[in-house]
């Protein structure tokens, strides 16, 4: 079971399983976050106890908190396990993914953490700071996945996404914890309290070239954004945690202002105190669960379109909707999958096919060469439609009082509502 960090972390049971955090913990049970040796044991003792990972950290490198950032981790394997080309909507432990890190830092957390719960993800991590690469590597050789995580050197003049460095074609990810200020004077008055009510809960070890960058993490992501118009679908979701509400703003205005249509967003919470943000975007049709998508607790401005939709049934009512359902789904252009024992289905369409004036043009069409065999029934819905154009892909599911819609796949919100609003009129006509 992976951990859960929603909740405070307890000092006392950690300090029971691990001695080396226990010499730490004060007398009273508390651990002083002012403290660096004390802050790096929590990481060390958390990484070994819920990961079996072993790491150093030097003393004049980012000590990265490990609750926030596995949260980070488990949000990008949800948007990996709910895009993925069968459409399970679930972790495929055979599907190979191979994910970048911009920025790994001396610890190397991030391709650590991948690797750590995910036995099939692979990583190339870049740093622009040699003792930082030096680190990781070590970090990397300690918990023998030399194997799995490439390292690359780069300089601030580099892409950031140096996929021909990295000798990788296609990237399924980017994870990235860019510098959160813009200036040498705003981190010092982030970490001084200036202009706060209370001062800042931890100490911060980082480095300079860890924590500024021109423009700040909005400006890096930015950086990111302008990257991704020309490497396209060559990654798939391109991420990046930022450090304010603000910033997740001015970057998802940024992507709604070049025509992203397909982005994720989401509040990353540590215990009662911590939170960051995290926002990822696509220029591929492949789209994420609800829950995946649209970050709890954000206001209408930060969240993508729906990705689900629910069309409330009679319970008694439920198996002659199914029956029209599928006799409807059946007479379109599409391809349907249906399995009768869960009563599910797969509908993927190459275009509009549902319109009144669609379903004419098939009659005569049906008419003129006589009807051939287009659908399959109690067909696998693990099969993956590579080779086809698909417009919109949707999973149906009957349920005892709705019919759930899943939006898969398509690049058009609207032609979904609009097969949405089919089945709708389906389910009224038959008493729904």
């Not at 651990?31 to 990481?43: E, I, R, S």
């Not at 990008?76 to 920025?103: F, Q």
């Not at 069409?365 to 693990?382: I, L, M, P, V, Y």
Request: hydrophobic residues 40%.
């Amino acid at each position: 079971m992976p951990p859960n960090y929603d909740d405070e972390i307890d000092f006392a049971a950690l300090a029971l399983q691990d001695p080396d955090f226990a010499k730490v913990l004060s007398s009273t049970g508390k651990l002083d976050f002012h403290d660096a040796k004390a802050v790096q044991q929590l990481t060390k003792s958390l990484l070994k106890r819920d990961f079996g990972l072993q790491i150093e950290l030097p003393d004049d490198r980012l000590c990265p908190p490990v609750p926030v950032r596995y949260n980070y981790v488990r949000w990008i394997e949800s948007l990996i396990d709910t895009t993925g080309p069968s459409y399970m909507d679930k972790y495929d432990p055979e599907r190979s993914i191979i994910g970048i890190d911009i920025g790994t830092g001396a610890s190397a957390i991030y391709p650590l953490l991948f690797c750590a719960s995910r036995p099939s993800y692979r990583l190339g991590a870049t740093d622009i700071d040699l003792p930082s690469l030096t680190s990781a590597a070590k970090n990397i050789s300690l918990n023998d996945l030399s194997s799995r995580i490439r390292l690359l050197e780069t300089t601030s003049a580099d892409p950031l996404i140096p996929l021909d460095g990295l000798s990788i074609e296609h990237a399924d990810f980017t994870i990235c914890n860019p510098p959160f200020y813009s200036s040498v004077e705003e981190m010092q008055a982030a970490f001084t309290g200036e202009g706060k009510s209370k001062p800042p809960s931890a100490v911060c070890t980082g480095s300079e070239n860890e924590m500024v960058t021109e423009g700040g993490d909005v400006g890096f992501v930015l950086r990111m954004v302008e990257e991704s118009k020309q490497l396209k679908e060559k990654v798939q979701w391109y991420s990046s945690m930022l450090g304010k509400l603000e910033s997740l703003r001015a970057v998802v205005a940024k992507l709604k202002e070049i025509e992203v249509s397909n982005w994720a967003v989401c509040c990353l919470r540590a215990g009662a105190k911590t939170r960051r943000w995290a926002v990822a975007w696509s220029w591929g049709d492949s789209r994420p669960r609800n829950d995946v998508a649209r970050g709890e607790s954000l206001g209408k401005e930060f969240l993508p379109a729906a990705t689900e939709l629910t069309i409330p049934i009679s319970a008694k009512n439920v198996d002659e909707i199914v029956e029209k359902l599928n006799k409807m789904m059946e007479s379109l252009d599409l391809r349907w999958l249906w399995k009768v024992s869960l009563k599910a289905g797969l509908a993927i369409a190459r275009e509009n096919v549902w319109s009144r004036a669609a379903r004419r043009k098939q009659q005569r069409q049906d008419a003129d060469r006589g009807e051939n065999a287009k659908h399959t029934k109690d067909g696998d819905d693990s099969d993956s439609d590579e080779d086809e154009k698909v417009a919109l892909a949707v999973k149906i599911t009957a349920e005892k009082e709705a019919i759930q819609l899943r939006w898969l796949r398509g690049s058009d919100y609207v032609l979904f509502e609009s097969f949405a609003g089919m089945l709708k009129r389906t389910v009224r006509e038959t008493g729904g």
